[in-house]
């Protein structure tokens, strides 16, 4: 189960998921709001819902064990999802992802703005004066800041991008996750013990070039779950999938045994 965070789609694994597949089943999706997922007006966009939308696609698939890859935002309803279904987690692969209060964690320049409370008030209004050219600046400026190579950004960024020129668009999950962020992240911090004694094979995989989720999350990460891998690849940056997806891929396949029950 590939997972995208935001503010992107399942394009992120376009480079990736050929590696994979086969040997393995592949399984992506947009999560709801994003994509081509549909985008109701109204719905509250929030990663508890978002645990909701990985369980129904499982259920939906008739899935047995999964191997849940997460990424940016897809961390938390991952994790929240193999904690509540440990027995049916066959591994847990973190890349560039957080969870709950960590000492290096950062925001990116874009979500801390829309994110921070006060900010946004301001933040939000400003884009909508200028339109879509304010924000789709600020965007191509962000997550081209996510992708090391020139080619793959120019390839990407747009792939990712037309969500939110599309009709409807994607950025009102984009606006509502924004504010579910920071008290979502402080609830998961009371998570902790729980991930402490999670017993599956887990593996983080992280680009050591990402400045905001970076290699300090990573190891905080690796303490938390006692017994997880802990994997960081140099030069790669917050997209480590399309940075280095042949290596992303090994790692994956590579994951010890799933066969064994949660203890």
């Known amino acids: 189960m590939l997972m995208h965070g935001f503010p992107d789609n399942v394009h992120l694994y376009d480079r990736l998921s050929p590696y994979l597949s086969p ?39 008739g899935l047995g064990q999964v191997v849940l890859v997460a990424h940016d935002a897809s961390g938390p309803p991952a994790i929240d999802w193999a904690l509540a279904y440990p027995e049916r987690v066959a591994g847990l692969v973190l890349l560039n992802t957080y969870y709950c209060e960590m000492p290096t964690l950062r925001r990116p320049e874009a979500i801390w703005l829309f994110s921070t409370p006060v900010i946004r008030s301001v933040a939000r209004p400003v884009s909508r004066m200028f339109g879509n050219w304010l924000f789709r600046r600020m965007y191509w400026w962000q997550v081209g800041s996510f992708i090391r190579d020139a080619d793959v950004r120019r390839e990407f960024v747009p792939l990712l991008y037309q969500q939110f020129d599309a009709t409807p668009s994607a950025r009102h999950a984009f606006f509502r996750l924004n504010e579910d962020l920071l008290p979502m992240v402080r609830s998961r911090t009371q998570m902790i013990p729980k991930l402490k004694e999670f017993r599956r094979p887990v593996r983080i995989i992280f680009g050591d070039a990402d400045p905001s989720l970076n290699s300090g999350v990573a190891r905080t990460f690796h303490e938390f779950l006692p017994g997880s891998e802990l994997f960081l690849i140099p030069g790669a940056r917050h997209f480590v999938q399309l940075d280095e997806p042949e290596q992303v891929a090994r790692l994956i396949l590579a994951m010890p045994s799933q066969g064994s029950k949660q203890s």
């Open 23 to 61: 040997p393995r089943r592949v399984v992506l999706f947009d999560f709801l709001g994003w994509g081509s997922s549909d985008k109701p007006s109204g719905y509250p966009y929030t990663t508890d819902n978002q645990v909701g939308d990985l369980d129904a696609v499982i259920t939906q698939l």
